[in-house]
């Protein structure tokens, strides 16, 4: 139990187009999802706190008209990078509450956004 | 300020004996505390956790232990494995705030050498 899935895994765009990017928890429901972005060779900065139903908490520093954050249903979670630049390119990852312990995060795969 | 903090960003170990990566944090309402295992281009992957009600846990090759006094918890793999190599990450976060949100460390990379 408890498996977080995201896609795409890859995804490569021009800058200036908008990207969105889907978590899913497969086999439990979820009522907080977590965004986190990984620069190469540093530790997992988090974005946002996603709640099932309302609007996420973004993290100081974050810009919420830029990353837009959708959690529409119990194993659903969006991101949607917004007008992507260069320097928007990392690793997205997100993560789940578990369904026995709400201490524990479970992480999806992440996915790779290469913005050109 | 880091408050979690890992002070040895690699480790190099040989296969077979034990492999020690070491955590301090500096925040006293963490309560929760747990272990994650990172492959390059991963998500991480949930290892072990503990209570601060606790002072050890183990399950299989992986025992964390906790030092409260000292702020300072700690992973045993033994024996180590060629496929333990990986970054491991360090998180803690306080149950008591209702935020749910980790803190994480910055890494440290095992390497299990054959």
């Known amino acids: 139990g408890a498996v977080v899935s995201q896609h795409p895994s890859w995804v490569i765009c021009k800058s200036g187009t908008s990207v969105k990017i889907e978590c899913r928890s497969l086999d439990f429901q979820a009522t907080t999802m977590f965004w986190y972005r990984q620069f190469p060779k540093q530790s997992l900065m988090l974005m946002a706190t996603?709640?099932?139903?309302?609007?996420?908490?973004?993290e100081q520093g974050v810009e919420k008209d830029k990353f837009l954050i959708n959690h529409a249903s119990l194993t659903l979670s969006t991101l949607t990078v917004t007008s992507a630049h260069p320097e928007d390119s990392s690793f997205y990852i997100c993560?789940?509450?578990?369904?026995?312990?709400?201490?524990?995060?479970?992480f999806g795969p992440g996915t790779r956004l290469t913005v050109l | 300020d880091q408050q979690v903090k890992q002070n040895s960003p690699s480790l190099s170990v040989q296969e077979g004996r034990i492999s020690i990566l070491n955590c301090d944090y500096t925040n006293s309402m963490f309560d929760y505390f747990l272990w994650y295992k990172k492959y390059p281009a991963e998500g991480p992957t949930f290892l072990i956790s503990i209570s601060s009600i606790k002072d050890k846990n183990e399950d299989g090759r992986f025992t964390v232990f906790l030092n409260k006094s000292a702020k300072h918890l700690s992973l045993h793999i033994v024996p180590s494995q060629p496929g333990d190599s990986a970054v491991y990450f360090c998180?803690?976060?306080?149950?008591?705030?209702?935020?749910?949100?980790?803190?994480f460390g910055k890494g440290t990379k095992l390497s299990v050498i054959p």
């Open positions: 993560s789940a509450l578990g369904p026995q312990s709400t201490d524990t995060q479970y």
């Open positions: 996603s709640n099932e139903g309302s609007k996420a908490t973004y």
């Open positions: 998180a803690a976060s306080d149950s008591g705030a209702g935020s749910y949100q980790l803190t």
